[in-house]
């Protein structure tokens, strides 16, 4: 059955680097786009960014200028990086599969 | 961008209600709108896309509908269960979700 997993760093210190991991199983990457959806905590959903199958990305306009999303399909694997963080990054951050089937969360705290 | 306007925010009804959540666009979306509910503590699971499409294993108490830009998630007879953030997710351009809705329990 399809299934994401999320991994990475709990904490990350301001201005520092935020590298996650999504890790899938159930479908190919080459088939279907996998997206970055975070949630600061009590807030919303924001969705951030993701990769089609093809490869190509698209990004919110809002971070663009701080976030990469890659991946590595031989490993089943989508990575997103972000850079500059602040405490407002604080949130739980979510993979999806074509925003159907969700991953857990991974949850980010930005502090010193 | 293309904004999601929700309403209400904070929904409280009884057990056996229907209840009527709603979501507005700020241009025509062209029925390209799924929704989504989320548990205190879970990922969102979707329970509707294109609009009025039913996702395997969905309650059929569930029903969505609307076209343009004005879009409503119904819910036929509240259940327990149903207590929950509903969240509404745009992709004709771009990718927004709206701000949610609270459904609780009266």
């Known amino acids: 059955q399809v299934q994401l997993k999320e991994s990475g760093p709990g904490l990350v210190q301001p201005s520092q680097t935020l590298s996650l991991t999504c890790t899938v199983s159930?479908?190919?990457?080459?088939?279907?786009?996998v997206h970055w959806v975070r949630q600061p905590p009590g807030k919303g959903l924001e969705w951030m960014g993701g990769i089609w199958g093809d490869g190509s990305t698209d990004y919110n306009s809002a971070l663009k200028s701080r976030l990469s999303i890659s991946r590595d399909t031989s490993k089943s694997q989508v990575f997103l990086k972000m850079n500059s963080l602040q405490t407002d990054d604080t949130a739980i951050y979510f993979c999806?599969?074509?925003?159907?089937?969700w991953g857990q969360g991974a949850s980010v705290t930005v502090s010193s | 961008d293309i904004q999601m306007t929700q309403s209400p925010s904070l929904l409280s009804a009884s057990v056996g209600d229907r209840v009527t959540l709603n979501c507005k666009a700020s241009?025509?979306?062209?029925?390209?709108l799924n929704w989504y509910q989320q548990k205190l503590g879970e990922a969102p699971k979707l329970l509707i896309y294109y609009t009025n499409n039913l996702q395997t294993g969905i309650p059929s108490r569930f029903s969505g509908s609307g076209s343009g830009t004005d879009y409503t998630l119904t819910i036929s007879s509240l259940q327990p269960e149903d207590v929950a953030t509903y969240f509404c997710?745009?992709?004709?351009?771009?990718?927004?979700f709206g701000s949610g809705t609270k459904l609780e329990i009266k």
């Open positions: 159930g479908f190919s990457l080459t088939s279907n786009s």
């Open positions: 999806t599969r074509e925003l159907g089937a």
């Open positions: 997710f745009q992709y004709n351009s771009g990718l927004t």
């Open positions: 241009q025509n979306i062209n029925k390209n």
